[in-house]
């Protein structure tokens, strides 16, 4: 059964700090990993998608890596910002159509 | 596209009474997912639908629930009877039927079961 892990739980940061969030997982049989981010009382913004065959993706200030063989993937953020306190989630598709598995998430609060 | 729609925002409800939750995905997509969100248990994955046929009802609790596509622009999650450890935040979330194409959420129904 997949399992996936997050480390840390949780992260305060002051503002301009650049930081990296771990996401790990046990089946590296998957199709593609996508990080999320859930504000308090919201649903889930898919930030980036990386596809099995892919080694990272950006956008903007973010930056994730994916090494499937490991198990394991990566989101840094460049130049934390207090609007980017949010709780951020790793999750894994098996099956490609989204059916995704979810890590335990990481709580990030940056302070100005 | 307003994006996923769910209805209620919140919801309060005495234990044995019935609770539905409504779902309109994104237009086009295929997908439809059912996901429940608790402290203990994190995200989990109830069921889902590929054009309004249920796929994969694994991930449902307990007979107490059921969930219902009758077209692709509307689905249900009922629970009966319900019970206070059904409390819980239910997502719903769609995709399009290209493999690895992002998952869109909606904003989440807060069920609370007393």
């Known amino acids: 059964k997949q399992e996936v892990t997050q480390i840390p739980a949780a992260l305060s940061v002051p503002e301009g700090e650049n930081l990296v969030l771990n996401c790990s997982f046990t089946?590296?049989?998957?199709?593609?990993l996508q990080w999320f981010r859930q504000d308090p009382g919201k649903g889930l913004t898919s930030l980036l998608l990386?596809?099995?065959?892919?080694r990272e993706q950006t956008s903007g200030r973010l930056n994730a890596s994916l090494d499937k063989s490991s198990g394991r993937s990566t989101l840094y953020i460049a130049a934390s910002q207090p609007g980017d306190s949010a709780t951020y989630l790793c999750?894994?598709?098996?099956?490609?159509?989204?059916?995704?598995?979810f890590g335990t998430g990481t709580r990030l609060l940056v302070s100005p | 596209d307003a994006g996923v729609i769910q209805s209620p925002r919140h919801e309060v409800t005495e234990m044995g009474q019935e609770v539905t939750l409504r779902c309109k995905p994104i237009?086009?997509?295929?997908?439809l997912f059912w996901y429940r969100q608790t402290m203990m248990r994190g995200l989990e994955l109830l069921i889902y639908?590929?054009?309004?046929?249920?796929?994969?009802d694994s991930g449902m609790p307990e007979d107490r629930f059921s969930a219902k596509m009758p077209n692709a622009s509307f689905s249900t999650l009922k629970i009966q009877p319900s019970e206070p450890r059904d409390s819980a935040v239910y997502f719903c979330?769609?995709?399009?039927?290209?493999?690895?194409?992002?998952?869109?959420f909606g904003q989440g129904t807060r069920l609370t079961v007393v």
């Open positions: 979330a769609s995709t399009g039927a290209r493999v690895n194409t992002e998952a869109f």
């Open positions: 089946d590296s049989a998957i199709y593609n």
């Open positions: 990386i596809q099995s065959s892919q």
């Open positions: 999750a894994v598709s098996p099956t490609g159509f989204q059916k995704l598995v």
């Open positions: 237009s086009g997509h295929d997908y």
């Open positions: 639908f590929n054009n309004n046929v249920p796929i994969d």
